[in-house]
């Protein structure tokens, strides 16, 4: 038993009849050590295959991209039941029912954003590649990441988007449900930035569906409730270890911006992970600044809701 499945023991999470009939228990943690280590390779080898068939067959992004993203969530639930990080953090039924609307308004969001950059610069990315896809695929999703980076760093730092982007920590748990827990104009400000980026540098439609195809992917893998760790490959690749840090009401370990790569964290001076770290409590640092999760028309519009006046003898 590690470490963790210790602990979990001790806290009743796992019952002592797991371990008393032999070979039951040798054979549920071999199977959960499998899952553990294969979990994020197949959905790197996902990406990898469908963006594959996608250019060779010359699919339609406009359908792609939706039931890659379902598969993709459908992959990540199932494994947050078969090897949970926090069983604690497994949405409650009302939640469920939140998380949904939540769900709903990010995908009208998303779907806004592309329709505004399409009206904008449509004409823009050429249909076929004009350098070797080779090239323009890295370009791409380093150029997109790095927007994606910025936006999310100012969003933490700017007052007034964050009283957009802070609906998204409300949560006090982090899965792959509340993912899509939003403001919604927050969303269409994200993706419009980094679509006009991707469309004015002239990158093209086939590189722009793959790098989208593992940024999605990176999206809900790194919110995923799964007892996964990649190791060094942390230093390269966003991942749960660190995103969950992010979502930390410890504002001093709160770094981690990127939820695709985590290279502009390092360069930036906000990478905040080592081996074993981990969050005491996610959430928001002040609870009772935000409507709460269920409160979504409020939460919709706070950003503008007067701001109380300060108490005396706070300033």
């Not at 730092?157 to 939003?182: D, F, Q, S």
């Not at 919110?223 to 390269?236: T, Y």
């Not at 001076?269 to 009772?288: C, I, K, N, Q, Y």
Request: charge should be neutral; glycine fraction near 8%; include cysteine.
């Amino acid at each position: 038993m590690d470490e963790r499945e210790r602990e979990r023991a001790a806290d009743g999470e796992i019952h002592s009849a797991d371990y008393s009939v032999p070979g039951k228990g040798a054979a549920r943690n071999s199977a959960a050590r499998i899952l553990r280590a294969a979990a994020y390779p197949v959905l790197l080898l996902a990406v990898v295959g469908v963006a594959a068939f996608a250019l060779r067959l010359r699919w339609d992004p406009a359908w792609v991209s939706p039931l890659f993203l379902v598969g993709v969530i459908t992959y990540l639930a199932l494994l947050e039941r078969l090897i949970p990080y926090d069983r604690n953090w497994h949405p409650g039924k009302d939640e469920w029912r939140w998380y949904g609307i939540y769900f709903l308004l990010t995908m009208a969001g998303s779907g806004l954003a592309q329709l505004l950059v399409a009206l904008a610069v449509g004409l823009i990315s050429p249909e076929e590649p004009a350098h070797h896809l080779g090239a323009e695929i890295p370009g791409a999703l380093l150029t997109g990441s790095l927007v994606s980076y910025a936006v999310h760093r100012l969003g933490h730092r700017n007052a007034l988007l964050w009283r957009l982007h802070g609906v998204h920590h409300v949560p006090e748990k982090v899965n792959v449900a509340n993912n899509g827990v939003n403001h919604v104009l927050d969303i269409v400000l994200a993706q419009s930035l980094v679509q006009l980026a991707l469309a004015l540098v002239g990158f093209s439609r086939p590189a722009v569906l793959v790098a989208g195809l593992f940024v999605a992917a990176q999206g809900y893998f790194v919110h995923a409730n799964i007892d996964v760790r990649i190791g060094p490959l942390n230093h390269l690749l966003a991942s749960p270890e660190q995103h969950r840090l992010h979502h930390s009401t410890d504002l001093s370990e709160a770094g981690h911006y990127g939820s695709d790569l985590s290279c502009w964290d390092h360069l930036f001076g906000s990478f905040t992970w080592h081996p074993g770290r981990e969050p005491t409590a996610v959430g928001l640092h002040d609870p009772a600044s935000f409507p709460g999760t269920g409160e979504i028309l409020a939460a919709l519009l706070h950003p503008w809701r007067r701001r109380p006046a300060p108490r005396p003898g706070t300033e």
